[in-house]
């Protein structure tokens, strides 16, 4: 028996269904060539940074919060010792007034041949690795000009060739609460983005680097320049903006620390969205994703 579509010319049968979509790979230019030297150039300096500052630190394992100089009984934090004389005497760190056991580690920890001594941070940790807090400060403070002129370097370009714009602001979009909800989903699930999602950073990733850039690494340079009794005499206000050389110091501390778990967390992401990738993107610039290619 003809069926409708022979009967009348007008109509059709339905469609086949599309096939599958099969994967494929796009490979973009996703870093400049400032952009990957200015980083790699970061790796190196906040490493040896973060090392000579717990050399500093070795110095006086104490923070407080104030104008002025203050006593150990008053630290919000400090790593000690609990009967240093012993013959294995035992690390603590005080919290806000809680003690942690960290022997082997903070406050004591064991050298070559076995034997207990006390120190804030062990030696491997730290910049020289014995303790020498004259040459700790010079690493220090020579480091950090070479990471201010890198940093000057990177946002110069930034502005220049709009990257904080065009990579780095979040659209109306991405800001909706909905959206955001969803990436934070996305990433507890471990699901990584493909095809064009893929050659943008999500909303996450742009507000972290915006508070990294602009906000914790400029506090982190601005409280370490307080800390200088040279710049203090140039800019008094600083002490006054931080509330004291003991402030600064604790907001370094805390920034540095903020910059110790950013770190870790990116380094967690580029191995879960593949190293060889992502290593190669900041290496060369290229940078391949996944897309859906019909057949």
């Known amino acids: 028996m003809p069926t409708d579509a022979a009967l009348d010319p007008g ?15 796009e490979v973009i230019y996703r870093h400049t060539v400032v952009v990957r030297i200015t980083h790699w150039v970061n790796v ?7 090392m000579s500052g717990l050399q500093i630190f070795n110095a006086y394992p104490r923070l407080h919060w104030g104008l002025y100089g203050a006593d150990a009984d008053h630290a ?6 609990l009967n240093p004389n012993a013959d294995k005497p035992t690390g603590v760190v005080n919290l806000g007034g809680h003690k942690i056991v960290t022997t082997g580690v903070l406050g004591v920890s064991a050298g070559g041949d076995g034997a207990y ?16 807090l004259a040459t700790g400060r010079r690493w220090h403070f020579f480091l950090a000009w070479v990471f201010v002129v890198n940093g000057l370097i990177y946002l110069l370009f930034g502005l220049f ?12 979009e991405q800001l909706k609460p909905r959206s955001i909800l969803g990436d934070i989903v996305d990433h507890i699930r471990l699901k990584r983005p493909v095809g064009e999602e893929a050659k943008r950073y999500n909303v996450l990733q742009k507000l972290t680097y915006l508070a990294v850039i ?10 370490g320049l307080t800390m200088s009794p040279g710049v203090d005499a140039a800019a008094p206000w600083l002490l006054d903006l931080f509330g004291g050389r003991p402030s600064a110091r604790s907001i370094h501390f805390i920034t540095a620390n903020l910059i110790v778990l950013f770190v870790i967390v990116h380094v967690v992401e580029v191995f879960l969205a593949g190293m060889v990738n992502e290593l190669r993107s900041m290496i060369t610039g290229r940078y391949s994703i996944k897309t859906e290619v019909r057949p």
């Open 44 to 50: 190196l300096v906040i490493s040896l940074l973060l």
């Open 11 to 25: 109509l059709s049968a339905p469609a086949p269904p599309a096939p599958p979509a099969r994967a494929g790979r």
């Open 117 to 132: 001594t006390q120190r804030g941070f062990p030696k491997w940790a730290t910049l020289p690795g014995d303790q020498d």
């Open 76 to 81: 919000w934090l400090e790593v000690t010792a």
């Open 214 to 223: 602009f906000v914790i690494l400029p506090l982190m340079v601005a409280t």
């Open 161 to 172: 060739n709009r990257h904080f714009r065009r990579d780095l602001a979040p659209t109306g």
